[in-house]
């Protein structure tokens, strides 16, 4: 047995890891008479890439390219590759992943599973749009080919799936053609969430990538505003990354109450002045947290939540309006809060995140009931406006904001993998 | 014959040993001879390494790693092909401590792959390389081999037996232009020691340690610990006296 934590460090429980290396094997190791789940870079916050006291199938392992097809862009690997070595691969050859979320260490098996995000949502959806094909093992030894045009509900389901209808062995995912690895990037300050809404649709038609950093303690909606096109401009050479990992767990979290107000208020004043036009690279750019490994350590012994929520445009402004209000008067929550517009688009996925509105993405510092209960005023204000809570970061959202948050639940249930269960599923699903 | 670097790496599908594969196809575009137990493993690294280097030539060839003579052919059959650069032998496999105490089958494979058949590949290899006075041969040995403990010591002996054999290697070949290098990885995370592997800064990620052996082989050190902090934790380990050691639960 192995202690394992995700992300969020909210504990360690045992495990029995058995570790998939290869691909023609995984049919025998998943047949076992115990419950599983696929387990990739552990980069989920909760307790979706989790099941304590039975197995994980650790699928980092299964690291291989399969083929790549430099003149259609088409890659085929196995789920455990990294997205961070695909972008390595096809960037020198002008094809990079259409959609990445914000750190680029997570496993493309992991990135379908969660469909994930990025600040180009209103543009390329989410990385399941671009997912051509699967291989999905299933516990009863069965192979189930998909993908959205071949046996399209296995593909549907297991997109965002959070990994309960089986393991994704391979995919075969279509690039996206790039004229350079540079982006042209504006940052705007604003000052209130009028402004930052202003933006956000201005935006929309002209850029690709938008995103903003919100000062989640002043009541007003300060924040800093990102955007950004691809462009054909190297201005530089490559940057060469310099790693620095946080070397321990501090006795209490770093981020509190005394640092997180002149740490966001010197961030805001610095990147104002800092404001406008420039060129950045894409790893900056998408993954500005990658160079400082173990990063979640910051948050000390007790470890940090996300909470991420989407509501509808309509009610977005007052809901997202009212849920800094309740941050703001907890004086929780930290440095790193993110606000976002999605497009008006539906995601592939039964169980996908993304849906047309506003997102807010907040940490916390694990408090224990004081933080719990902050995050019940917040699920009020979700629940009222018709919005979801993000499975890939929840640790301790209620059953029924996820039945009226994810609708095509029941749907969903059809394709679930009897030997597969994670701390998630039992949590939210009941077994 | 291709001008391209040519590589020889036996053990190929052990995480270490394909990493290493993929820094040196990073690197440049080489000839690469990829030798394991499993066909159809062997290819699915090849197929890999390929979409990395699309202009490396990879072979691949499934061997028996038991068998003195199949050793000797095998690798009579590489060399007569052109002169070899680099070779890596890599192959070993994570035997369980308990069960080789209690059948001999189990110790005696332990030991047969870890320890006889790694030493056979460089024997056969060494001849040809010494004969051509040109190349560098490394073998992957481990910490465990520096001192034998209760938690490991049928792997350790193993280990030991190539630290050994390496030793001899370098001394009748100190006056050659041939290299020899005994890589001795710490704990590090690949899927032979996921189910023993905890969290935190122990296990070293399997892409650092195949950087310092590709770059220990570059400069033909006789001894590569990766990560570089087991050699002093293994020098500690080893001059530790026996009634201290013995009483240390390791």
């Known amino acids: 047995m192995v202690a394992i934590s995700s992300w969020g460090r909210l504990g360690h429980w045992e495990h029995d890891v058995l570790a998939l290396s290869d691909r023609h094997q995984v049919t025998q190791q998943l047949r076992n008479n115990r419950l599983g789940i696929a387990h990739g870079m552990g980069r989920s916050y909760g307790d979706v890439c989790l099941n304590p006291d039975g197995i994980l199938w650790s699928t980092t392992g299964l690291d291989r390219f399969i083929s790549f097809d430099e003149n259609t862009g088409r890659l085929v690997c196995e789920a455990g590759v990294l997205l961070r070595d695909i972008q390595r691969l096809t960037t020198p050859h002008g094809w990079i992943l259409p959609v990445t979320p914000g750190t680029q260490l997570v496993t493309v098996g992991g990135a379908i599973a969660n469909d994930v995000h990025g600040k180009n949502h209103h543009v390329f959806g989410s990385f399941g749009d671009h997912v051509q094909q699967i291989k999905l093992m299933r516990t009863d030894g069965t192979t189930i080919e998909c993908g959205p045009n071949l046996q399209q509900n296995w593909f549907f389901a297991t997109v965002g799936g959070i990994g309960l209808t089986g393991v994704i062995t391979e995919a075969d995912i279509q690039l996206r053609k790039i004229a350079g690895p540079w982006l042209d990037t504006e940052t705007i300050p604003y000052y209130d969430l009028d402004k930052f809404f202003d933006l956000a649709d201005s935006s929309e038609a002209d850029w690709e990538h938008t995103v903003s950093w919100i000062d989640c303690i002043s009541s007003s909606g300060r924040g800093l505003f990102m955007r950004a096109n691809p462009t054909n401009i190297s201005p530089l050479p490559d940057p060469k990354c310099k790693k620095i990992t946080m070397p321990f767990v501090p006795p209490i979290s770093l981020v509190n109450k005394l640092s997180l107000r002149p740490f966001n208020t010197a961030y805001f004043n610095l990147k104002k002045w800092q404001a406008g036009r420039s060129f950045t690279h894409y790893e900056p750019f998408f993954y500005p947290l990658d160079n400082l490994s173990e990063w979640n350590r910051i948050y000390g012994p007790k470890g940090f939540f996300q909470y991420q929520s989407v509501v509808p445009r309509e009610a977005g402004a007052s809901a997202v309006q009212a849920m800094l209000k309740e941050i703001t008067s907890s004086g929780d929550g930290s440095f790193l809060a993110v606000l976002k517009t999605f497009g008006n688009r539906q995601a592939v996925g039964m169980m996908s995140f993304p849906q047309p509105g506003v997102t807010l993405a907040l940490d916390f510092p694990n408090k224990g009931e004081l933080t719990l209960k902050l995050f019940q005023k917040l699920d009020a204000i979700v629940r009222e406006a018709g919005g979801r809570i993000y499975l890939a970061k929840d640790a301790r959202m209620p059953r029924d904001l996820f039945e009226t948050g994810y609708p095509r639940l029941s749907e969903f249930l059809q394709y679930r993998d009897p030997g597969i269960s994670s701390a998630m599923s039992r949590r939210l699903i009941g077994d | ?250």
């Open chain 2, 1 to 250: 014959m291709s001008d391209k670097k040519r590589i020889v790496i036996v053990g190929a599908t052990s995480a270490i040993a394909e990493h290493c594969a993929r820094l040196w196809v990073k690197d440049a575009e080489v000839d690469l001879t990829l030798i394991g137990r499993d066909l159809g493993r062997i290819e699915r690294v090849a197929a890999d390494l390929h979409v990395r280097s699309p202009n490396s030539v990879i072979r691949v060839l499934e061997a028996n790693f038991i068998d003195p003579l199949a050793i000797h052919q095998l690798v009579d059959g590489i060399v007569a092909e052109g002169a070899v650069n680099t070779v890596l032998i890599a192959h070993g496999s994570l035997p369980d401590q308990a069960l080789c105490q209690q059948d001999l089958t189990a110790a005696h494979e332990a030991l047969t792959v870890n320890g006889i058949s790694p030493v056979l590949f460089a024997e056969s290899f060494a001849g040809h390389m010494q004969k051509a006075n040109y190349g560098t041969l490394a073998i992957i040995g481990s910490v465990a081999g520096d001192r034998g403990r209760k938690s490991n010591y049928v792997y350790g002996a193993a280990k030991g037996l190539v630290t050994r054999y390496t030793q001899g290697l370098q001394h009748r070949l100190a006056n050659t232009l041939v290299k020899i290098v005994l890589v001795k990885p710490g704990p590090t995370d690949t899927p032979m020691t996921a189910h023993i592997k905890e969290e935190g800064g122990r296990f070293a990620k399997v892409e650092d340690v195949a950087e310092q052996i590709v770059k220990g082989i570059s400069q033909g050190k006789t001894v590569v610990y990766a990560p570089g902090k087991w050699a002093l934790i293994m020098m500690i380990i080893r001059h530790l006296p026996t009634f201290i050691f013995n009483k240390m639960d390791i």
